[in-house]
């Protein structure tokens, strides 16, 4: 079992940046990727950023790249994203995501793919 816990979320204006954490805990030896998502009501869960836990290799989704940033520590076994220049379109519940053992790269952004999940932290970009 993995536990995932995030912090950081809260109410920001448009252009502002907001840094994002998530702790994990437990079996965390055998993470080897994790990613954050975020959804809106009434939306699928949208694929934001991934890192392979060793690797540190970097996937973001099309809207985000050039703005977010995805990383680690792996000591401290927390992810971190970084979001810049946000947007009103921003605005969403944000959850981390693991992925224990071996698995094709291609697959990354999978969401259902991912074994554990954070509860979730909400945020808003006002404009």
């Known amino acids: 079992q993995v536990q995932l816990v995030e912090s950081g979320g809260g109410l920001v204006q448009a252009g502002d940046s907001l840094k994002l954490s998530c702790a994990a805990s437990g079996r965390t030896f055998s993470m080897t990727a994790m990613g954050w998502f975020r959804q809106t009501p009434g939306k699928e869960r949208e694929f934001v950023a991934a890192i392979t836990w060793q690797g540190g290799r970097t996937f973001y989704g099309d809207s985000v790249k050039d703005r977010f940033a995805i990383s680690k520590d792996n000591g401290k076994n927390t992810l971190y994203l970084q979001m810049n220049s946000l947007k009103p379109e921003d605005t969403a519940v944000y959850f981390c995501?693991?992925?224990?053992?071996?698995?094709?790269?291609?697959?990354?952004?999978?969401?259902?793919?991912?074994?554990?999940w954070g509860q979730g932290t909400q945020v808003t970009v006002s404009s």
């Open positions: 995501a693991a992925r224990m053992g071996l698995f094709n790269i291609a697959t990354i952004s999978a969401q259902r793919l991912y074994d554990y």
